[in-house]
């Protein structure tokens, strides 16, 4: 039986490199994420137009876990109105995603008034583990236990691997923390160190993995790399699943920071490229519908309805009545013509008293990559 790796004692950061294979591969990356900057700069209310990709984003980063949930079942709960706790496990992975939104909501909030810290790594936990899978782990709080990672109920003798001894985590974390705030050759090699870190110090009980990737575009916008904290990781950690894994594991297991710090180069780059593709179409989708949208509802109302719908692309009809803030006898127009031009789904038929469920499945096709809807 093949022993557990073992957390890397004082070895981060790394005292040094292979710069001459990180090289070639610094300036494709960094010309990535800028052009990708550039469409944020581009885009009017970025998180209104992004809405559909922060979604995406929240529940792919959580599949890496084990949910289940997609876009359009996420966005259909939250549009019909959830429970007040989940009650069966479809509903449990969707309060996760939701959990994540909310939880990157906040941390964002929390960065106008201080630097990327502990502290908001402590509140992001708190509330991505609030009454979900792992709400009984310490949400907000350091381990005080040993923790291991392997296959279901193995004993620690059987794990694949075993982070830092519980007592010893507050010192590495604050170091952890401090090389945040360090100088450093290159932003994305630092930022590729710190996630390997935070993942062998594996600091809760629960929730390392999701809150790991919800600090990449934490980071990239307090560095100043990107204008807006949006930067969509998981797509290509999800699908490269192993390899994401093994990379992080030979860092404590062969001390290979090089092959690790390659590896997250190519995905940064490679989803800066995806989410520049993304951004886009959806500018540009933006862009086409804002014209016949006038010229379809004739209303001074137009365009605040098109903003509404795009930050929400699955609704009901009665909420956007309810809350769009137009006038009810032209929000009520609106939600019909838009219907007609075949522009919103009916994907959940009203009945009685409960409105109908509306989808715009151009835009949230471009957020999936492909016709889902």
Known sequence: MTSPVHYHEGKFPPSELNWR?????????????????????????AHVLLSPLTTQEAVLSSRIEGT????????????????????????????????????????????EELPLCQRIVLESHKILLNSVRGHGKSPGEYR????????????????????????KLPQAMSRWEKYIHDE????????????????????????????????????LYQVK??????????????????????????????????????FFLQVIRIQAEENLSKA?????????VKTSFAELTHS??????????????IFKSADFVREAGIPKPTAFKIIGILKDEGILKVIQKGSGRRSS???YTQLLNIAEGYDAF
């Open 21 to 45: 294979r990180l090289v070639p591969l610094i300036g494709p990356a960094n010309t990535a994420v800028a052009r990708y900057d550039g469409i944020l700069a581009a885009i009017p209310n």
């Open 68 to 111: 289940q949930a997609t876009m359009g079942e996420v966005l259909e709960f939250e549009a019909v109105g959830g429970t007040t706790e989940p009650s069966t496990s479809k509903e449990a992975d969707i309060w996760e995603i939701l959990n994540y939104r909310k939880a990157m909501k906040n941390a964002i909030r929390m960065l």
């Open 144 to 167: 005080k236990i040993p923790n291991w990672i392997g296959p279901a109920g193995c004993t620690i003798e059987q794990a694949r691997y075993v982070p830092i001894d519980a007592e």
């Open 184 to 219: 450093a050759p290159d932003r994305l090699i630092q930022l590729a160190l710190l996630h390997a870190e935070f993942e062998a110090l594996h600091p809760f009980l629960d929730g390392n993995g999701r809150l790991g990737r919800m600090l990449i575009p934490l980071f």
């Open 225 to 262: 790399i990107i204008q807006q904290p949006m930067f969509y990781i998981s797509a290509y950690l999800e699908s490269h699943r192993d390899e994401y894994y093994e990379r992080l594991l030979a860092v404590s297991r062969d001390n290979d920071w090089t092959g690790w710090c390659e």
């Open 280 to 288: 886009q179409d959806i500018l540009e989708l933006y862009g086409l």
């Open 300 to 313: 001074q109302y137009a365009i605040h309805a098109l903003d509404w719908v795009f930050e929400r692309p």
């Open 357 to 359: 469920v509306l989808a």
